[in-house]
T-cell receptor, first 113, second 113 residues
């Protein structure tokens, strides 16, 4: 069965530091992959997505993610974190053919001033 | 303004009392979906709909019903709510069958006593 794993429940970084959030998936075919962000008390907003082609994808708010098929990973990165990036981040995969979404359990990011 | 609306935003009910949470989108999206969010479990898909009169089960459909009679509306029905359905519920929609950007509603917080 398809699954998404976000191994880090909480991550704390200092403002201005770089960030990498990990996401691993289990899926037989090439997946459709997403990163969403949820600010406190809000719904979710799409940061970026990968379907095919260039394995490095750029998103909003200065985020990028790299698809690595050999490692079944889709890690999210940002070179310099801002205090407003404090939120919960979810990786998700869509199973092609059914369009059923599988979300990871999320990583909560705390940013220190 | 393009948006997904949910009503009510907050609801306290008792075990066994049928309830409906409404979801409406004004973007003419084909795909709509319901999720529940629980601490430590991330988002789990309850049901989704590819178009009018087309619905399918997500990962956690037990105890829920949906209908899609009109393109813009996708209500979630709990025929006999139980305490384990206490959760935060999100509705989402996207233009293209699941692989497009999902736009999320603000959420409905449900407490079943």
């Amino acid at each position: 069965a398809q699954s998404v794993t976000q191994p880090d429940i909480h991550i704390t970084v200092s403002e201005g530091a770089s960030l990498e959030l990990r996401c691993n998936y289990s899926y037989g075919a090439t997946p459709y992959l997403f990163w969403y962000v949820q600010s406190p008390g809000q719904g979710l907003q799409l940061l970026l997505k990968y379907f095919s082609g260039d394995t490095l994808v750029q998103g909003i708010k200065g985020f990028e993610a790299e698809f690595k098929r050999s490692q079944s990973s889709f890690n999210l990165r940002k070179p310099s974190v801002h205090w407003s990036d404090a939120a919960e981040y979810f990786c998700a995969v869509v199973t092609s053919g059914t369009y059923k979404y599988i979300f990871g359990t999320g990583t909560r990011l705390k940013v220190l001033a | 303004e393009a948006q997904v609306t949910q009503n009510p935003r907050y609801l306290i009910t008792v075990t066994g009392k049928k309830l409906t949470v409404t979801c409406s989108q004004n973007m003419n999206h084909e795909y709509m979906s319901w999720y529940r969010q629980d601490p430590g479990l991330g988002l789990r898909q309850i049901y989704y709909s590819m178009n009018v009169e087309v619905t399918d089960k997500g990962d956690v459909p037990e105890g829920y019903k949906v209908s899609r009679k009109e393109k813009r509306n996708f209500p979630l029905i709990l025929e006999s709510p139980s305490p384990n359905q206490t959760s935060l519920y999100f509705c989402a929609s996207s233009l293209t069958g699941g692989i497009g950007t999902q736009y999320f509603g603000p959420g409905t917080r449900l407490l079943v006593l």
